[in-house]
């Protein structure tokens, strides 16, 4: 129990040597995380069910040839489609967020620099660093967390692309 607490203690420090932009890199960071563990959690198991159902759909038409058959076609692919690739575009958006906050922290700590530098002439070396601090470390927070998110994102596109094909491809009009 002591070594969660003591765990627990170094985040808060770190996030504190962050300062308020590390704390949003965090929150946007597990807001991405959330939502790619959603998107796996749903091509394991409710895009199961939802792909059966169309097929078995798709599978009762007597006639899959004509025009009208073609266009319920596209309409059932393109219904599973938009359930397949929700929130593919938010994610995507969140994981360019994150160095572009990294890059905020970077500022802002460069501007406490400066300002301390104003303030006593450059002689103060241990307010200096804690700019210096409240500069890098949102900046590799926010490469880390965008580094991280390409990866799942990625392995998330690529599950999706791969359903709506599969789909399509098990959708024949050979009737």
């Known amino acids: ?3 969660i607490i ?3 203690d170094e985040v808060f420090q770190f996030l504190q040597s962050g300062g308020l932009v590390l704390m949003i890199i965090a929150f946007v960071t597990f807001l991405m995380w959330t939502l790619l563990f959603e998107r796996i959690w749903f091509y394991r198991g409710a895009l199961t069910r939802i ?4 097929l ?3 599978e009762s038409r007597a006639e899959r040839k004509s025009w009208n058959a073609q266009q319920i076609r596209r309409k059932m692919i393109s219904e599973v489609d938009e359930r397949i690739n929700t929130n593919l575009d938010l994610i995507a ?5 994150c160095p572009l906050l ?3 922290g970077t500022v802002s700590g460069m501007i406490q620099v400066f300002n301390v530098l104003s303030l006593t002439g450059g002689g103060d070396a241990k307010s200096m660093a804690s700019g210096v601090s409240l500069a890098t ?3 590799m927070a926010g490469m ?3 580094l991280s998110g390409v990866f799942g994102s990625t392995l998330v596109n690529q599950i999706a692309s791969r359903e709506s094909q599969l789909l399509e491809d098990h959708l024949t009009m050979d009737h």
């Open 1 to 3: 129990m002591l070594f």
């Open 6 to 8: 003591d765990a627990l």
């Open 51 to 54: 792909v059966t159902d169309t």
């Open 56 to 58: 078995d759909q798709w």
């Open 93 to 97: 958006t969140l994981v360019a967020v």
């Open 102 to 104: 990294g890059l905020l």
């Open 137 to 139: 470390i949102p900046t």
């Open 144 to 146: 880390v967390a965008a």
